[in-house]
């Protein structure tokens, strides 16, 4: 059994795991990175990039669509499909593992478990086993996996989850999604898109429950007149599949019931915490790691272990993981020097207030901070202003018939914005003002002086400062 030390060894090499690799190293010290699956994660292979790659080209014609004197062109599938192979490598991890050794860094392909609060042992896909010590810390980046739901039928169904929908070689004629958030509207519109003839959407309650209401209404008029069967609080009784790869019945509490090829889960995720070795460290597998503002594991014995990206359950972005493994990288050099790092820690309002987030849906769903009903449970004394994207030139410039809202949550006693929901085409781009007026706490009287551009949809933030008295 052979064994090696390092200053900081990574289990998982997703977005998260690369990026601290990136900063132990840049900042002087030894990194080991260990991946069982692909290099790269979930978000290269199976989430945020084939997803988006599918969506692009449906965006595309639907905003040339709303232009009066442009013509339609039928979006080529198998051209997509293509693209979306080359967009994730063919699977191919090769430019990634050369990014991590290229830092330089080791990486060591095979399962990673935890011996200690210092030690993983590694099985190598050859069987052999090998034993890493790290001087300093051991990250956990595993990330997370999609639920299943405990409904009878449903696992032995064999449903898809985003892995399967993303990597799909061919569109299903009909398909069932149960699920009401980012994936299950994402994927309804990608798959009606690209030519399933029916796709149904089993949402438990409304879509995008934790959501300005105005955001799922918005989508869910848009996915009906695309022809997508949308049914809100719907329960599922059980699913029934007779044949390994055959037509898939759903029964729902109604008495009715839904038939399609494909049934695609989309209803959480949990933590990818299992066979990590957590009880070597007196902590629950399976579970979420708690971890404090340094991304340090709480309630494990030396100081040693930090979790970042998912798996600690602060937020299930691809962006956040990399922010908080930034964080984490920048204050394991810190504590390996001996030098202060208490300015290093994760930002209160980065997570107190929420992070960033979009939909790549048509119309697109972004939102950073505070919904106006989280605000209200937290008992800030608040406003909240929303204003109708129809309403703007810029918006008129881009075509008819287009729908969206914006909406800013301000709290009243410090005069900042500390929420901001827009929906609509093309709005992620506001989101990032959105974003630092929230993390920064830039009041309202600063932000009447930051004037945007005419004619752009930007040009909303002027109105709802209008709106609000200013």
């Known amino acids: 059994m052979a064994h090696d030390e390092f200053d900081v060894i990574v289990i998982g090499a997703g977005p998260a795991g690369e990026n601290v690799a990136s900063r132990v190293v840049r900042g002087g010290l ?10 790269g994660g979930e978000c290269s292979y199976w989430a945020c990039i084939p997803s988006k790659t599918l969506l692009r080209p449906l965006a595309l014609a639907a905003e040339v669509s709303r232009v009066p004197g442009m013509r339609l062109a039928a979006v080529d599938v198998d051209a997509v499909l293509r693209r979306r192979n080359e967009a994730i490598s063919e699977l191919d991890d090769t430019g990634q593992v050369g990014w991590i050794e290229g830092l330089p860094a080791r990486f060591i392909r095979g399962w990673g478990r935890l011996t200690s609060s210092r030690s993983v042992a590694v099985r190598r896909p050859d069987g052999q086993e090998l034993t890493l010590s790290a001087r300093h810390a051991i990250v956990l980046a595993t990330g997370s996996t999609p639920i299943i739901p405990d409904i009878p039928g449903l696992a032995a169904a064999r449903p898809w989850t985003n892995r399967e929908i993303t990597g799909a070689d061919v569109i299903p004629e009909r398909l069932i999604i149960v699920g009401g ?31 300005e209401p105005f955001a799922g209404e918005l989508l869910a008029e848009t996915m009906l007149d695309a022809g997508i069967d949308v049914r809100l609080n719907a329960q ?46 007196g902590l629950t597998p399976g579970s979420w790691l708690n971890v404090d503002d340094s991304l340090r594991a709480v309630d494990c014995p030396g100081g040693c272990l930090y979790a970042v990206g998912d798996l600690n359950g602060r937020s299930l972005l691809t962006h956040m993981g990399k922010y908080q493994a930034r964080v984490c ?11 202060d790092d208490t300015a290093l820690s994760l930002r209160d ?4 207030y929420g992070a960033p987030y979009v939909l790549f849906t048509d119309p697109q769903v972004c939102s950073v901070g505070l919904t106006e009903a989280g605000a209200r449970a937290r008992g800030l004394r608040l ?3 929303e204003y109708d994207l129809a309403g703007l030139a810029g918006t008129y410039v881009l075509g008819d018939n287009v729908r969206g809202r914006a909406k800013i949550v301000v709290d009243e006693d410090r005069r900042v914005v500390v929420g901001a929901t827009f929906v609509g085409p093309g709005t992620a781009e506001l989101l990032h003002a959105a974003t630092v007026a929230v993390t920064s706490g830039i009041t309202l009287d600063q932000l009447w002086h930051a004037v945007p551009a005419f004619p752009t949809v930007s040009e909303v933030w002027l109105r709802m400062l209008e709106a609000y008295g200013l």
């Open 383 to 385: 406003r909240a202003v």
């Open 329 to 339: 990288g920048d204050v394991l050099v810190a504590r390996a020097r001996g030098t």
């Open 349 to 352: 309002h980065a997570h107190a």
């Open 236 to 281: 599922v009784a059980r699913v029934d599949r007779p044949e390994p790869g055959g037509e898939v019945t759903v029964h729902l509490a109604d008495a009715s019931c839904v038939e399609a090829n494909e049934i695609l889960v989309a209803a959480g995720r949990k933590a990818a915490s299992a066979g990590l070795g957590l009880e070597a460290v």
């Open 181 to 211: 958030g980012a994936v299950a509207c994402e994927m309804a519109q990608a798959m009606r898109g690209h030519g399933a003839r029916q796709v149904t959407v089993l949402a438990r309650g409304s879509l995008l429950r934790r959501a």
């Open 30 to 39: 030894t990194a080991a990175v260990v991946e069982n699956r692909l290099a």
